[in-house]
C-alpha cells in the first residue's frame, strides 16, 4: 500500500537510533512529569467547566445549544486557523521552550475567563484556549519520542495517561466541591471587575498552568531522533507563498493522503468518538442533576472516585493488553483500540439506559477504563507511521480531529436536546447510539491497512 514518503524505521532512522544520545533516565522522566502536570491541568480545566455549566447557565442566561457552544466551538474557533501550524513548531524549535509558551498562555486564558464580565468576554476568552494548547500534545509526543529509547516509549506513553487520569477524574472531586463552596462566596472586586462567586474557581485554576510554564525551562531539550529532510521543508529560494503554505501543513498533508488508507480511518474513528466522548464529560453533570436532582458534589465524588480506579485499571491492564496482542499481531495497536472502542459502546449506553442515579453514575465512570486503554495504542500507532521530520505536524492533525471534533461534541448535544428531542437525556443517547457504533467500525476499518504500513516498515529496517 501506499505509504508516507518518509516513515520511521528506514534504515537512515535505524541508524540515527544506533548514533543517538539519550537523556538521562533522571531527565526524562523530569519532563514526562512535567508535561503530565501541564496535561492533567488542561482535562482539569475542561472538567471543571463542566461542573459549572448550570451556574454559568444561570448568570448568564443562556440557552443549551449556548452552553454547549461556550464549551465547546467557542474553544476550537482559532485552533481551526492556528492549531496546524503551531503543531509545526515542535518540528522547528526547541519542544520544552514551546510546551512552556504554551502553559502560559492557557494559564492566562483561564484566568481571563475568571474575570469575564459578560457573555461576549467570556467567549472571547475561551476562542484562544485550545489554540494556546494546541502546540501542547504534537510538542509533548515529539520530545517524549526522543527523551526515552524505543524499548520504553510504549511505558512513557502509558505513564503520560496519568495527566488525563488526573483531569478527568480529580476533575469532577475537586469540580463537585469547588462548585458547592463557591455557591457559598460572595461575589466581590477584583481589579475593580464585578466577579460571579463561581470565577473564583477558574482564577485558582489558572495558578498551576503558569507554574508548569516555569518548570518547562527546566526540562532538558533532547536531541531529534532524525535531521531535518529537506524534502518536506520549503526550499531557501522557495516564494513566500510556498513557505506560507508549507508552514500551514501543507507537506504533511500530503504524507497523510499518500498513506491515507492507514491514517484516514484512524482520524474518522477518533472524530466520532470524541465528539461524544467530550459531550458526555461536558453534559453528564447537568444530565444528573435534571434527571435525579443530584448535587455536583455527589455527582462529582462518585464519578471521580469510580474513573480513578477504572483509569489507573486501564492503563494496567491496557498496556498488558497490547503487549499480549503485540506478540501475536502486528497490528496490535490497532486492534486493542477496536476492542476498547466496543467496550466504551456498551458501557456509554448502558450508562444511559440505567434508570438509576448510583449506577448511572457508576458506569459513566468505568467508562474510564477502556478510554484509557484504548488511548495508548492509538498514540502509539500514530507515532509508528508518522514521518520522523513531520512527526509534530502529522501529530497534530491527529489530534486536531480529536480537539476539534470534541469540542463540538457539547453544543451537538445542546442542539439535539433544544431543538431535536427536547430532553437532554435524549440526545445524549441518540448521539451515542448512533456515533460510537459507527467509530468502532472505522477502527476495524483501519486494522488491515495498518498491518501492512508496518510490515512495510519492517522490510525498509532489513535493508
Known sequence: MAGPAVAPGGSADAEAIRTK??????????????????????????????????????????????????????????????????????????????????????????????????????????????????????????????????????????????????????????????????????????????????????????????????????VKEPQRLAPRSEGVHAPHDASLGRKIITFMGFDAAKAIHAGGKVYYPLFGALALSAIEAFGIMFWRTPYLMREFGWSPAQIGDLIGSVALIASISGMIVGGIFVEWLAKRYKDANIRAAFICFCGSTIIILSALLIPDPFWSSIAFGCAAFFAIAGAVPQNAAIQRVAPNDMRGQVTAFYLFMFTFFGAMGSWFIGVISDHVTGNLGQAILATAFILMPTAAFLMYRAIKPYREEVERLEALETL
Open 21 to 218: 544520545v539519550w537523556p538521562s533516565t533522571g531527565a526524562a522522566y523530569w519532563a514526562l512529569a512535567v508535561i503530565i502536570l501541564a496535561t492533567f491541568m488542561s482535562f482539569l480545566d475542561q472538567v471543571v467547566f463542566g461542573m459549572l455549566a448550570e451556574n454559568i447557565k444561570r448568570d448568564f442566561q443562556l440557552t443549551d445549544s449556548q452552553l454547549g457552544f461556550l464549551a465547546g466551538p467557542a474553544t476550537i474557533i482559532c485552533y481551526f486557523f492556528v492549531g496546524i501550524p503551531l503543531g509545526r513548531l515542535a518540528d522547528i524549535y526547541p519542544r520544552k521552550l514551546v510546551l512552556s509558551v504554551s502553559a502560559g498562555f492557557v494559564g492566562m486564558l483561564i484566568a481571563l475567563s475568571g474575570m469575564a464580565q459578560n457573555f461576549s468576554q467570556f467567549v472571547g476568552s475561551r476562542v484562544f484556549l485550545a489554540a494556546g494548547g494546541s502546540a501542547h500534545a504534537p510538542s509533548s509526543y515529539s520530545l517524549l519520542t526522543d527523551a526515552f529509547p524505543p524499548r520504553v516509549l510504549t511505558r512513557a506513553f502509558a505513564l503520560l495517561q496519568l495527566g488525563f487520569i488526573g483531569g478527568t477524574t480529580l476533575g469532577p472531586i475537586i469540580g463537585g466541591r469547588l462548585v458547592t463552596a463557591s455557591n457559598s462566596w460572595v461575589a466581590q472586586p477584583f481589579f475593580g471587575l464585578e466577579i460571579f462567586n463561581w470565577q473564583w474557581a477558574l482564577l485558582y485554576l489558572a495558578i498551576p498552568s503558569l507554574v508548569a510554564s516555569l518548570l518547562f525551562l527546566t
